[in-house]
């Protein structure tokens, strides 16, 4: 142990160093400025215009990363605006150490402005463990352990609240300590597995976010192929864990009971891999939980396998768990390989732009490694039949069906792929609650395109309300914003289409933009059924 003493901020930078930190996400306020004062050259401060900005950065920047993300707030104020995002990053499993200043100890009895009673409490639910030190010499100890509980499977953010006057005080550096966090399977359930997908005639594996946040892409395709099982991706599932190209991919499962049911008719096994069993948004009757169709799954939260409606669980995390049963998995030479779903037809191009149009021009124009960070999710049916994804790091959206989560996101995860085009694809309803966080994109000048759907309203809203018999609710539509010119007015460039005819070239003109640019595309406003299958037969 290191008994050097030094000032807790002089130890908590060495912490952050210790955990690869090279980023920190944060809006600055007064209860902070002891921590940021002379602030180090070999750490970035990237600064977000609101604190919902600021988490949604560092979620897509941990998620494209695969480290922890560190991010400052100010106060219990700040620490409330950004907890949408952080309820997201929470449904993300994002690995995140959260801190937000608290007023100085010799001020607390007194309820000073700007302090949060019981801070530790705050955020809960919704992080993995938070805490207020009880004593200023244990503020690195505290961030020490946020960032090893933040990196245990199943990840996810944890949050330290730091009075303001600890920062000057002494502190000793604490021990610098790692947890292997990966665990392996119970072999024996392995080999219980590979024996009912060798003797199924026709399984089906659900393929969820588990897998690509995890890097083992490539270890589930293997699987497969040598299973010959049809791949679904899992219902709501926040990242593309299977090439949706390849011919073993069905399609996409709905969040409705009937729907998924209907999908998986003709399984004899379902294997979920790294998703729940399952994720609904709508109610009705599920028959495959109980029709006694065998249901395995394998994920590495506890918390999914009690929750479970049906089936056995094994616990593992996915790549220990995926290179387990390949092993353990015969060759299944005598079971043809399924087909896989068949291409849609492209609509027409029209005014105004039918968004499957819109989105096909989108997948053919981009680069064929850019990023999709999506937020549209009255379009997603179409987004899932017309921007196939070809699996590892190249799509996230958000779990929670929060919204906000995307623009900020893209920053993130911009930041982390320096390389590559990142692709803000966000519905204008969407778009509104952190649009702000273009400026950050703007001062940087990261290769993001922004793309508008806009149908100028609450989309999902105008379907869900048909879909629940709900007449003319208020507050659906979204008359009258011009996102060209809030773009311009955070220092981004930005063009609207409104025929058909100019979407290719303003297309282009973005895709190939040095910095930022948005694209606003206006759209035909009929929504589709968005518990249909995103597999047409």
Known sequence: MNSKVLTVREATLAVLRSFGVDRVFGNPGSTELAFLGDWPDDIDYVLGLQEGCVVGMADGYAQATGRPAFVNLHSAAGLGHALGNLFTAFRNKTPMV??????????????????????GQFPKPYVKWSAEPARAEDVPAAIAQAFLTAMQHPRGPTFVSVPSDDWARPASLPPLRRIATEFAPDMAAIGRLGAAIAAAKSPAFVVGTEVDRNGAVDAMVAVAERAKAAVWASPMSSRSSFPELHPQFSGFLTASPGGLAHALRGADLIVVFGAPVFTFHVEGQCALLEDGTPIWQVTDDPTEAASAAAGDTIISTLPKALYALLSALPHTSGREAPAGRPHPIIPAAANPVPAAYALSRLATLMPGDAIVVEE??????????????????????MASGGLGYSVPAAIGVALARPGRRTVCLVGDGSAMYCVQAIWTAAQRKLPITFVIMNNSGYGAMRAFSRLMQAQRPPGIDLPGIDFVALAKGLGCRGKRVTEVTDLDGILNEALASEGPALVDVTV?????????SAAPH
């Open 98 to 119: 959260v801190t937000a200043g608290q007023q100085a100890r010799s001020l607390l009895r007194m309820r000073p402005y700007l302090f949060a009673e019981d801070a």
């Open 376 to 397: 549209a999710p009255s379009h997603r049916p179409a987004i899932q039949n017309f921007l196939p994804r070809p699996g590892a790091d190249s799509f996230y959206t």
């Open 524 to 532: 035909d406003p009929t929504i589709s059924d968005l518990f249909a």
